[in-house]
């Protein structure tokens, strides 16, 4: 399994694929399954998740992609693959170092 830590100076450079696989490890974790059990096309809802362990997730891939995860994005994006794909797509938009959140 890879594990997504882009240079927090540079363009973050992970694939929808690499965080994909990085969101199922995470989801299995707290959910106590092997990470085949997980379906990427499922709604993320449907999963059984708590609210505390989809804090602690989302928590982990703002550390880990150096992204600011509005809590909104997983009710627009409601599957993994979705979801993936969309945190690839425009990294900028939500990095926690942009120039806007600096102060």
Known sequence: ???????????????AEEIQDWLVAQIAEQL???????????????FGLESIQAMIIVSRAEKSLGL?????????????????????????????NSATEEG
Do not use: C, F
Not at 76 to 94: D, G
């Open 1 to 15: 399994m890879r594990h997504v830590k882009p240079d927090p100076n540079s363009e973050l450079t992970a694939s």
């Open 32 to 46: 106590g399954l092997d990470p085949d059990e997980i379906d990427i096309r499922s709604p993320i809802s449907e």
């Open 68 to 96: 600011k995860i509005p809590p909104t994005l997983v009710w627009n994006y409601p599957t993994i693959e979705l979801l993936s794909q969309r945190l690839a797509e425009q990294p900028e938009v939500l990095a926690v």
